[in-house]
């Protein structure tokens, strides 16, 4: 625990009850602690946690005394610090990326006195490390080493030389974001580390780094992953067998495949041409246990054995396979499954095959049905698959046709733009006319006035808008109007982040 949390615990329970232990770190911190009077327990408690709190704020922690490098001749050091500064402090998470990948394609690291807000915002979301490490520069890196929160970015500028120590003396996150920027560069080293760790580490690195894997996943990995189905760990057994039903060529999924084909049955039927049915495995077989195909069933699930063994070997059979072994497109794959003895079984095995082997032209098809109520896919998880022109036709038909208010408007806009991973290209500039339009009689019409989630919905989706699209949202509301009023605020804040993106792309 630190010294901070300790005097917090110590003043909750009450200092008569429970004296603090005062801290006494070494250097210029701790002579300054030293000089606090003790004649007042609350207020001597108050004073340290207010010197601590201080050193907190500014990412220093007492007893790491090695000397900070010298700042960065390509950081920040113009008038946009204020810019970057707000954007930090109160901007939208994808904002925050934005800047950051800014800065990157410039070739500039973040200023010094920005660096602990920046540490802070990766602390809170993993999704913004990626864009903010390469902004750290040698200063940012030291800095993240005197404070465990910000671990994950210690000594981050030197892990992309080979060998690095990140890899050998690290902590798990901090190998994890190596292995994975190894395998962008050289995936073949990346796989050695791997393949080394698998002997010496505990089971849950084993896992964090098959894990890693998926990046640049190819049949090269397959070997490897093959090992890992026998691991001690049945999450590091469970994360090789997802990857490897992830590669349709791998001799796992053609495995699956060669049993899947003994359930399904193809017959020529006269006027009816081909008629293809499935049947569930009569008896488990004793070989599918290397391949994690387990023979009884978890206790939570109402289906049967055979169905639960069906199961198995659907999810993890390429999805490809159906297509070619029935001659159907994956929508006509979905139509034929709702008339089959199986048809659970078969709708939820795909919808997990889906997620994992994210094919866009089944995403697409799932789109048209109604997905399973207890598999793991979403309307929104979809439209992540797609690709953007196609993503974008079918966020703009949900909102459109959404006239029965099944999913509400606001929940429509948040899930859209809240999927999205950070970085994902703008808005089409056609597009982005229509949603604006669509979100501005909405709201002057008066029909969006108690959707309190679209408030900050319209903050992200400002965050999505290509250049050209910029004046048109943020002007011309009714605003005058009793119905558009509640949505004043929200508006005003869409102005400030457009306008910060304008200084941005500047």
């Avoid at 300054?32 to 327990?41: F, G, N, Q, T, Y």
């Avoid at 890992?228 to 053609?254: C, G, H, I, M, V």
């Avoid at 169905?307 to 979905?334: F, H, K, N, S």
């Avoid at 789109?367 to 698959?385: I, M, Q």
Wanted: a neutral charge; glycine letters at 6%.
């Amino acid at each position: 625990m630190s010294a901070l949390a300790s005097l917090a615990t110590h003043a909750l329970l009450g200092t008569e009850r429970h004296p603090p232990q005062w801290p006494v770190p070494d250097g210029a911190v701790g002579a300054l602690l030293a000089r606090i009077p003790k004649d007042s327990v609350e207020k001597a408690l108050l004073q340290t946690a207010g010197v601590l709190g201080t050193c907190h704020l500014a990412g220093l922690l007492p007893g790491k005394a090695d000397a900070a490098p010298a700042a960065s001749e390509s950081s920040v050091q113009d008038a946009r610090l204020d810019l970057l500064a707000e954007i930090l402090v109160s901007g939208p998470e994808r904002l925050q990326a934005e800047a950051f990948q800014t800065l990157a394609i410039a070739g500039r690291h973040l200023p010094h006195r920005l660096l602990p807000k920046a540490l802070e915002c990766g602390r809170r979301s993993t999704a913004l490390r990626p864009s903010l490490l390469p902004v750290l520069g040698p200063r940012g890196a030291w800095l993240a080493a005197q404070n465990e929160a910000w671990a994950y970015a210690a000594g981050v500028v030197s892990t992309s030389a080979p060998g690095s120590d990140v890899w050998e003396h690290g902590s798990l996150d901090q190998r994890r974001l190596y292995l994975t920027a190894l395998r962008n560069t050289d995936a073949t080293q990346a796989r050695n580390l791997c393949r080394s760790a698998m002997t010496t580490e505990g089971a849950k690195e084993r896992t964090a780094f098959i894990e890693c894997l998926a990046t640049g996943l190819s049949l090269e990995d397959q070997d490897l992953l093959e090992s890992t189905l026998a691991d001690k760990s049945k999450e590091a057994r469970l994360a090789a067998a997802r990857l490897l039903s992830a590669l349709p060529d791998s001799r796992f999924s053609q495995r699956m495949a060669a049993r899947a084909a003994q359930c399904l049955k193809s017959e020529k039927k006269l006027l009816r041409g081909t008629v293809h049915t499935l049947e569930a495995p009569a008896a488990y077989d004793a070989g599918w246990k290397s391949d994690l195909i387990e023979e009884s069933k978890p206790k939570h699930l109402s289906m049967g054995e055979r169905a639960w063994w069906l199961l198995q070997i659907v999810r993890q059979t390429p999805l490809q396979w159906w297509v070619t072994q029935t001659g159907m497109t994956p929508a006509e794959c979905l139509a034929w499954a709702q008339k089959s003895d199986w048809k659970d079984v078969l709708l939820l095995g795909w919808a997990e095959a889906q997620a994992v082997q994210h094919r866009a032209e089944w995403a697409e098809a799932f789109l048209g049905t109604n997905l399973p109520s207890n598999g793991p896919l979403t309307f929104f998880d979809l439209l992540e698959t797609l690709p953007p022109e196609k993503r974008e036709e079918h966020f703009l038909k949900l909102l459109t046709d959404n006239n029965a208010n099944v999913v509400a408007f606001s929940t429509v806009v948040d899930r859209f733009t809240r999927g999205l991973p950070l970085g994902t290209p703008m808005l089409s500039p056609a597009v982005a006319a229509r949603v604006i339009k669509i979100l501005k009689q909405r709201i002057s019409s008066g029909e969006a006035r108690y959707d309190w989630q679209l408030r900050p919905s319209l903050v992200e989706l400002a965050c999505l808008l290509p250049l050209a699209a910029f004046d048109e949202f943020a002007n011309g509301w009714e605003l005058t109007k009793e119905e558009a009023q509640p949505f004043s605020e929200a508006i005003a804040r869409v102005g400030i982040v457009l306008d910060q993106r304008r200084q941005l792309s500047a």
